[in-house]
């Protein structure tokens, strides 16, 4: 029995109500069929919240307790800085290119962060306050 590859689209907005569904559907594509690869095209989904991670992470561990691997494409730019900043880049494997519109399921590749502001040093010349300056 050889490794394949099952093709799982999301598509629109999920709600937290749509999550139990979505697994139960993988579910029954992978039930009998350890080890496949599971393609989750992401392509659909334009405006991610936090649901929407948690829906993949849900759908990632429906994968692994099947015995499969669940590989991401297709993800937009805003929900790789979802995961980033939720710190769950290396939750999700990262797939290949997206569809023709060129987004990218990279989630492991994209570094989000941010530098902490630079401080000035501190001069040697003291500020003066005119007396007949008004307080601030």
Known sequence: MGVS????????????ADIPALCARLADLLRGRPGDVVTCDVAGIDRPDVVTVEALARLRMTARRHGSRLVVTGACP?????????????????????????????????????????REQPGGVQEVVDGRDPPV
């Open 5 to 16: 590859a099952v093709r799982f689209v999301v598509r629109a907005t999920i709600t937290r």
């Open 78 to 118: 805003d929900l790789l800085l979802l995961f980033g900043l939720l710190g769950l880049t290396d939750l999700l494997a990262a797939g290949g290119p997206g569809p023709a519109s060129g987004r990218s399921g990279q989630v492991g590749r994209r570094q989000v962060g941010r530098q902490a502001e630079e």
